[in-house]
């Protein structure tokens, strides 16, 4: 992005110290990413963060959290799910149950309904990977009263915002949800919407009205982060802060953000259109899943050279445009 091609000259040109960060990371980059992803100050006021080792490492230090603050909590998971969510779960001690991921979000809300207080339910604030889905405003609504009702603490996941339907309609669920609910965690990951994969830049968010719980969370959150990697990595979070910082690279960054949305939505209508898969035109985010089994998946790998998962999952975001119609006409080759 040049956004961020920009930000990095400006610091390579101040040469910023390379000082430790301390466990908590960046103030400025989690004011301005609290600003960013709240779009309102009373939430931001209920917020405290601290920076992590990318998304990854922000769902790490999270369930690691919520196992130390309530070792009996059930974590309620919707399947398919991404890959690590399982795993990162799994390695913090915390017990899973697996409900199916719908489009109307039934069995989500049949769990949450089934649940005790301080259980979780980790959900995924956008185009889910791998499904597609972002759930409508409504569903979102009808969520956040059955986790209030029910006392079910929710733990979003933000790592493609800005890739579905915009950058403010895929985090406005989120925001409505966090408006209803007592208690919340939010893992973000900087990876997707800047490009930083490889900086590994992220933030942890634990909201509550509490302002004595949220430090002790918080604090709570540096201790794991202390003794785990000590510090997060400056330099990704620095480059975040410099264009969230400057309005006119914001506005740059938000452009660009916007058009990479727009080559994935026009890669996915393509695909829908060329391959008669109407339904993969509803899928959001940076990745596809084609309804193709197993036995397709391979054939589309081993006979046509295109990449994907068994579970049919694709990466949009590797298809040169040029070769679309070749892609689709593989696709429809192995259906
Ligand atoms: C749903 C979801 N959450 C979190 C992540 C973690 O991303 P990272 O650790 O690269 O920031 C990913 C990456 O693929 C993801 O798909």
Redesign the pocket.
Known sequence: MDAVRTAELRLARRSPSKAYVGPAGNERFLETMSALLFADARLSARAAGVQT???????RLLAELLAATGPDRTVLLGTPA????PAILAAAGLRTELHRVTPDGSAMLAAVDAARPGDVLLL?GCC??PTGLSMPPALWDRLAAALARRGVVPFV????FGLGDGLDEDLEGMRRLLRDVPDAVV?V????AWGL?SE???CAFVLGDDAGRREQARTLLENIARASYSQPPAHGAAIVEEILTDPALTVRWRAELESMRQRLGGLRDGLAALTGFAGLGDQRG??LTLPLDPAAMRSLRSDHGVYGLPSGRINLAGIPSSRLTGVAAAIRAVA
């Open positions: 080792v990318a998304g990854t490492g922000a769902l991404y890959v690590n969510h995924q889910h990977n996941d933000q790592a493609y893992a990951s900087g990876s997707k994969y590994r830049t992220g940076m990745f």
